[in-house]
């Protein structure tokens, strides 16, 4: 199967950065898009941002011209980069791949723990 093991989440100011790091492991044939997604308290997951194997992106409109997503396909890493931080992007974050697997073969959509990022003063 696919292993997701997310890092990089903690505790920061408000106007601050953090780069969250997602790293994809197992029996992985390809990876197609990959994306981080998040949950705050009392609230549904949204998306984040989301990233084509190509690099095509696309954001939340609350977080565009804040965040950037990044991948690195030799690595099986997606990233992002979260700068002007606010206390509303406080939540639990999460990454997502859609994965081709070689055991069992097939196309499957694989979620990491979380990780949380805490945005307060």
């Known amino acids: 199967q696919v292993q997701l093991v997310e890092s990089g989440g903690g505790l920061v100011q408000p106007g601050g950065s953090l780069r969250l790091s997602c790293a994809a492991s197992g029996s992985i044939f390809s990876i197609n898009a990959m994306g981080w997604y998040r949950q705050a308290p009392g609230k549904q997951r949204e998306l984040v941002a989301r990233?084509?194997?190509?690099?095509?992106?696309n954001y939340a409109d609350s977080v565009k011209g804040r965040f950037t997503i990044s991948r690195d396909n030799a690595k099986n890493t997606v990233y992002l980069q979260m700068n002007s931080l606010k206390s509303e992007d406080t939540a639990v974050y999460y990454c997502?791949?859609?994965?081709?697997?070689?055991?069992?073969?097939?196309?499957?959509?694989?979620w990491g723990q979380g990780t949380q990022v805490t945005v307060s003063s």
């Open positions: 990233i084509t194997r190509s690099g095509s992106t």
């Open positions: 997502n791949a859609v994965v081709w697997t070689t055991t069992p073969i097939g196309e499957g959509d694989y």
